[in-house]
């Protein structure tokens, strides 16, 4: 069912359509604000928060536009807030474990991902905070387009999309110099 079937139905009182709706964005939305946060206790408050306040306010929701948009600024909003209430206190840095590895591949391409990924970890949590979130919604969520991403963070398109590639060319120089290649050829 489509999203603005699903929100007709909450705003005409069922409830089942919005935890259709819920649990089909969940989990989207837990990571989107762990991109923010990066505090796994906080990401299931925040996110409970964030799902309140769309069913509260499903009501000022505009058909005309796009429900993840407005979805994804609503927990933006959130997770900032959460930042703002806890900032004296540090975050918690967490090294992610690989959780799936398949038993055919071979110890070299299981010991390469795992660099890759400690690689790419590393870069992304170099980064500000609205480049993180920038190649999230960009990753994660390729159905939104750079515009919706620049509602979302609150650019416009042209900046959007300039960050984006300069994201990517700054990550092949950040590759480089990790393998120790010559980082100003391009």
Known sequence: MEDYELIKK?????????????????????????????DNDAVKDISQETFISVYNSIYKFKEEGKFTTWLFQIAKNKAIDYIRKNKNQKLEDEEKLLNEESKDESLDKIL???????????FVQ???LVNRKLLYLRYYHPELTFKDIGDILELKEQAVKNRY??????????EKSQKGGDIYEM
């Open 126 to 128: 170099g980064l500000s």
């Open 165 to 174: 590639y300069d994201l990517h060319k700054r990550y092949i120089r950040y």
């Open 10 to 38: 909450i705003k005409s009182g069922d409830i089942s359509s919005f935890e259709t709706l819920m649990k089909k964005y969940h989990r989207q939305v837990c990571k989107f604000i762990y991109t923010i946060v990066q």
């Open 112 to 122: 390469e991902f795992k660099e890759k990924k400690k690689s790419i970890e590393t």
